[in-house]
């Protein structure tokens, strides 16, 4: 466990820097990648590799709803098992990443339209642990999440987010992770769980994933924060905005000279789509 007087260096160590560091939103799927080497978890291994190494990682994962807005601010963050119904060798997965109470507490400082809580209890939930500990398998980089206040409207992540802009110049890598189209409901999976990743999308998923990734090439954000007046299908496409929320996070940082690279761009089970973005 680190001892106070290194929070206190760590904390110390987040100066600004002329690099800003990139920002993403990660489609996550299923929690079995965590666990296997496929085409979407080698992508998050060889993402890393293309990026600079964050001095830390703040994630806003689709798994994390609540009232208010919190982020974890414990030395050592727990490895939550957030599903039901997978192998045990899913459920024995731990990610020992520490977090940084120095960098929840700069956090919640920087954040000043809504009072931010330093949260004790929750940790990491499989949005986040199952991408990040491909990224950084050797677990030695601090890892926090920010919840999404579940009881307010698009527009407020979207604008939320902008007051943690300064960040990314202190080398703060800060993740969305979710599914721009998820509708678990309707999924199809003829063979269970072992047929989920394999390349299949119902034609209003693909549209509707088109759609987002037009709207994200142009820069038209609010189109995308006002996502229910989209398209006929939005509502197909997200049936709740959990997923999708964390999509928001990251249009909120872009940068206007930024632009958007498309990675694991495929639908999976009918409904549900992979599709990631880089901003940098």
Do not use: C
Request: hydrophobic share 40%.
């Amino acid at each position: 466990m680190t001892s106070l007087s290194g929070f206190r260096k760590f904390a110390e160590g987040l100066n600004e820097q002329d690099e800003v560091m990139p920002i993403l939103f990660v489609g996550h799927g299923s929690p079995t990648n965590a666990i296997e080497d496929n085409e979407f978890s080698l992508r998050w291994q060889k993402m890393a590799k293309e990026i600079p190494v964050p001095k830390a990682v703040i994630i806003v994962s689709a798994h994390w709803l609540t009232r208010g807005t919190h982020i974890t601010a414990m030395p050592q963050p727990k490895t939550i098992h957030d599903f039901g119904g997978f192998s045990r060798e899913l459920f024995e997965v731990q990610y020992p990443a520490p977090g940084s109470p120095a960098l929840a507490k700069e956090t919640a400082s920087l954040i000043t339209t809504t009072n931010v809580g330093l949260d004790h209890d929750w940790g990491l939930d499989h949005g986040a642990w199952s991408v990040i500990k491909h990224m950084y398998p050797d677990a030695n980089i601090p890892v926090l999440q920010l919840s999404i206040d579940y009881h307010k409207p698009p527009i407020y992540h979207y604008e939320l987010i902008k007051e943690l802009a300064a960040l990314r110049k202190k080398g703060v890598l800060i993740l969305g992770s979710g599914n721009m189209v998820h509708n678990l409901g309707i999924m199809h999976l003829p063979k269970g769980f072992e047929d989920i990743n394999k390349e299949y999308g119902y034609d209003w998923a693909i549209e509707m994933n088109e759609i987002f990734k037009q709207k994200i090439a142009n820069g038209d954000h609010m189109a995308l924060v006002n996502y229910e007046k989209l398209h006929k299908d939005a509502k197909l496409a997200i049936p709740t905005p959990d997923h999708y929320y964390p999509l928001l996070y990251i249009l909120g940082l872009q940068r206007k000279n930024e632009e958007p690279t498309f990675f694991n761009d495929k639908a999976i089970a009918g409904s549900l789509t992979m599709t990631s973005v880089k901003f940098s």
